[in-house]
């Protein structure tokens, strides 16, 4: 039953190997996003796709891309990891709630990326 | 600037006792306000959703409360159990027009329930 589904939920890399990481959900939600968290801090939005759209918040490292090949996927690939870049990766999918008149954002287990 | 702070950063208690988390925000303009279980190394899961006109929601033993005048909301958890233990955080949302809002998070309240 599970709705937004990330893989892998650990993650081990090399300093500067790519990586990618994956989200999958089964909502047929049109917003998909990835937030960054470390250790006790709140998640960062790192970027979002409403449908195809992709949007990039401004202080979001160009060491992170995305991609949405399809309504069900989205992937984080991190080109060069660096010792900094080791957290935990959120995504999240959203639908536009009409009777609140605002978002519903459902969160996946989320990956922990370790870089060593 | 949209901030969400809360209070306190960290709580003990103990297992059967009731807490209350507190939540301040500036946020505009203001669409709803969220609070979030965060179990360690997990994705957030929601709790409850209100949006301006709702003042109280309840989801079991967890009840929340919204001020919109004084922009204040707190969390309430009744006879805690010590699968409570989890980080709470309080997310509101800003809405600019369209269908995405930005969310602004706080950096929760780090519950702890001993037995």
């Known amino acids: 039953d599970a709705m937004v589904i990330q893989n892998p939920r650990y993650q081990v890399t090399q300093f500067g190997k790519p990586v990618t990481l994956s989200c999958s959900q089964t909502l047929n939600h049109n917003v998909m996003y990835w937030y960054q968290q470390k250790s006790s801090q709140a998640p960062k939005l790192l970027f979002h796709y409403y449908d195809k759209d992709f949007n990039n918040e401004a202080d979001t490292p160009d060491n992170f891309q995305s991609r949405r090949p399809n309504t069900s996927f989205c992937f984080l690939d991190i080109r060069s990891p660096g010792l900094g870049d080791a957290a935990m990766y959120l995504c999240a999918t959203s639908t536009w709630d009409r009777q609140r008149m605002g978002e519903t954002q459902y969160f996946g287990p989320g990956t922990r990326l370790l870089v060593l | ?115």
Not at chain 2, 15 to 22: A, H, I, R, V, Y
Not at chain 2, 61 to 70: E, G, I, Q, S, V
Not at chain 2, 83 to 107: E, P, Q, R
């Open chain 2, 1 to 115: 600037k949209n901030q969400v702070e809360q209070s306190p950063q960290s709580l003990i208690i103990l297992e059967g006792k009731n807490c209350t988390l507190q939540c301040n925000y500036t946020v505009s303009p203001f669409s709803n306000l969220r609070w979030y279980k965060q179990d360690t190394g997990r994705g957030p899961v929601s709790l409850t959703i209100m949006t301006f006109s709702e003042n109280t929601k309840s989801n079991g033993r967890y009840t929340a409360t919204l001020d919109a005048d004084t922009k204040q909301s707190s969390l309430h958890i009744t006879a805690s159990q010590l699968s409570d233990s989890a980080s709470y955080i309080c997310v509101v949302s800003a809405n600019y027009g369209g269908a995405t809002n930005k969310l602004i998070f706080g950096t929760g309240t780090l519950l702890a329930v001993q037995p």
